[in-house]
């Protein structure tokens, strides 16, 4: 018998009104709980509970207890299961979604990895820049970028990315170099699925409002616009960094580069995370950062 079988048997019956319907619950007979709630008051050196053939009803002490040992229950039932799930090895169906472009480069071949390592789960991706509502729609988690404004959900940081401006050789053979952020204004702006632009300025996070004659929700297109001279766009790293090296790209205002735009896992709020998810989680930690584009400063 474990230590606590006879506060479990008091919980149930005070729960769900008699000992009858706790026995049914705990899957032994009513005698034994009636036997249990007996031993605990013995042990306690106080009655519990007043019995009636019709009712039972808490004693004042009976009122204390239970308000303690319903909590303490709780977590020690909690304890048991974070230990099975921890113990089990993950299975079933991981659901995930994330922004099309990253998913696609950084976040699918993550997933393959970890397929490999538990072949006995399944992986079903979804990549859209549409906001996937988690629980509504379904899924595991997702794979989000920013800050966050789901209060409802866990969101663990995995890694953080920078933000650049830039332009092309063509841009800048027709318009000189921006220099400030009060500049922004004398410049066409490539408006993506932001309306604002994220700095840096003296180690406070500041947000410049854009606008602009060419609008898009698509980061590959926002990078071809750029490439084509168009004008200036604010892109993270891991779309830029080539184009920096080549040249086909010039980064500007880098004294104001953002660079902490957080890489998030976000999954919804539950009693215990299933070993699936959390594994997962864990493995994103883990390999996503190394798998990105260097931090280190680019040509311009």
């Known amino acids: ?29 009513t005698s034994h709980v009636s036997r249990l709630v007996g031993q605990l008051e013995n042990q306690l050196g106080t009655q519990l509970l007043y019995r009636t053939t019709r009712q039972i009803r808490l ?101 953080g990315r920078h933000e650049y401006v ?31 632009w994220l700095f840096d300025v003296d180690g406070v996070r500041r947000e410049i409002r854009i606008d602009g004659r060419w609008h898009a929700n698509s980061g590959p297109a926002l990078l071809d616009a750029a490439l084509k001279g168009l004008g200036l766009a604010q892109l993270p790293d891991y779309y830029v960094e080539e184009h920096l090296r080549n040249g086909n790209l010039i980064s500007v205002l880098d004294d104001y580069v953002y660079r902490d735009t957080a890489v998030w896992a976000v999954y919804p709020r539950h009693r215990h995370l299933s070993p699936k998810v959390r594994l997962f989680v864990d493995f994103l930690v883990e390999h996503l950062a190394e798998t990105l584009p260097s931090k280190t400063p680019l040509p311009a």
Not at 11 to 24: C, D, M, N, P
Not at 60 to 88: K, P, V
Not at 124 to 136: K, Q
């Open 1 to 29: 018998m474990r230590r606590w079988d006879r506060s479990e048997a008091f919980v149930e019956v005070v729960r769900l009104g008699t000992f009858s319907a706790a026995a049914r619950q705990l899957r032994v007979s």
């Open 166 to 196: 830039v332009g092309s050789k063509e841009y800048f053979e027709q318009v000189s170099q921006p220099h400030s952020l009060a500049e922004l204004s004398h410049h066409r702006c490539l408006v993506g699925t932001r309306d604002s």
């Open 59 to 159: 004693t004042d002490a009976g009122t204390l207890y239970y308000q303690y040992c319903r909590h303490l229950l709780d977590g020690l039932h909690e304890a048991e299961e974070a230990i099975s799930d921890f113990q089990a090895r993950p299975r079933g169906v991981l659901r995930l979604t994330s922004a099309t472009t990253f998913g696609e480069r950084y976040v699918a071949p993550l997933v393959n990895d970890f397929l490999c390592l538990h072949p006995q789960l399944e992986a079903h991706m979804h990549f859209t820049n549409r906001r996937v509502e988690l629980i509504d729609e379904g899924y595991d988690l997702a794979i989000r970028m920013g800050v966050l404004k789901d209060s409802t959900l866990i969101a663990r940081r995995l890694c």
